[in-house]
């Protein structure tokens, strides 16, 4: 991936934390959000000002057709799962 690609990605992510930012009323930093975190309260913001639903074009992967999708983007949920540094590496061994 060139350093272009990087740029772009980066001032995306700015352009999404910063409306989040102006969205939120409460004394909140959004730059300790994680990426998940910003793509999920832009999601719930995008569901209430811009409806629920967003057409995509996919392609199908075995026949290369595109195909018309609406996705119901307020269905989110969120598992709330222990937090762990630790990640497993199988018999006995693990990196923090």
């Known amino acids: 991936m060139s350093a272009g690609h990087d740029d772009e990605a980066y001032h ?34 995008r569901s209430k000002s811009a409806g629920e639903s967003v057409d ?20 989110q949920t969120v598992e709330k799962k222990p937090y762990s540094t630790e990640i497993d590496l199988g018999e006995g061994f693990a990196i923090e």
């Open 12 to 45: 995306m992510l700015r352009a999404i934390a910063d409306t989040i930012q102006a969205c939120i009323v409460e004394d909140v930093n959004v730059s300790d959000f994680t990426v998940y975190d910003i793509n999920y309260v832009f999601s719930n913001i």
């Open 56 to 75: 995509l074009r996919i392609k199908c992967s075995e026949c290369k057709v595109q195909n018309d999708v609406a996705v119901d983007i307020d269905i």
